[in-house]
T-cell receptor, first 115, second 116 residues
């Protein structure tokens, strides 16, 4: 079975400062990992995904994440936060069971961006 | 591309009634659709996986007779909450796979159900 742990339920940063949202995964095989963002009253939007290609993955809106097998981590970063980045972020792992595409979500990290 | 819609966006119903939620892939064919449930300030929990033309696969603990799923076409899946009770009140979200890009799921905006 696979799982993800998001280490922080809430993160608060000032606008213009770096963002770090932490995620650790557990999997018995090489996983596919995703970061999704959920803005209030909007659907989940895919930020980026890792599927065993380059370990540094660049996504939309300036976000990126690095897959580190030795640390079983897939932390999400952004050099400079913007007010519009305030949202809920989910780290997700894709499993091989359930037809090959079952997603397991982390508990989410609420990002707050202050002026 | 890859837009998924849900209807209705919000619904309020009386206890004991049934509610149908539609999930549509607007610009692609979805071989597989998924239904999730999200409680306030919690993560998404997969309820069931449906493939077009076949019976849905339910996750452990999800009552298949209470949450009826129909995937009649490659662009439409429906979730019917039968004999709804207040504890069924939640945010229901669907997602869909493109046939050509299996590893990415595209999510709908969700349906908020309130059972009085």
């Amino acid at each position: 079975a696979q799982s993800v742990t998001q280490l922080d339920s809430h993160v608060s940063v000032s606008e213009g400062t770096p963002v770090l949202l932490r995620c650790n995964y557990s999997s018995s095989y090489s996983p596919s990992l995703f970061w999704y963002v959920q803005h209030p009253n909007k659907g989940l939007q895919l930020l980026l995904k890792y599927t065993s290609a380059a370990t540094l993955v660049k996504g939309i809106n300036g976000f990126e994440a690095e897959f580190k097998k030795s640390e079983t981590s897939f932390h999400l970063t952004k050099p400079s936060a913007h007010m519009s980045d305030a949202a809920e972020y989910f780290c997700v792992v894709r499993g091989l069971t359930g037809g090959g595409n079952k997603l397991t979500f982390g508990t989410g990290t609420q990002l707050k961006v202050e002026l | 591309g890859a837009v998924v819609s849900q209807h209705p966006s919000r619904v309020i119903c009386k206890s004991g009634t049934s509610v149908k939620i539609e999930c549509r892939s607007l610009d692609f064919q979805a071989t597989t659709m998924f239904w999730y449930r999200q409680f306030p300030k919690q993560s998404l929990m997969l309820m069931a996986t449906s493939n077009e033309g076949s019976k849905a696969t339910y996750e452990q603990g999800v009552e298949k007779d209470k949450f009826l799923i129909n995937h009649a076409s490659l662009t439409l899946s429906t979730l019917t909450v039968t004999s709804a009770h207040p504890e069924d009140s939640s945010f229901y979200i669907c997602s869909a796979n493109r046939a050509s890009l299996q590893e990415t799921q595209y999510f709908g905006p969700g349906t908020r159900l309130l059972v009085l």
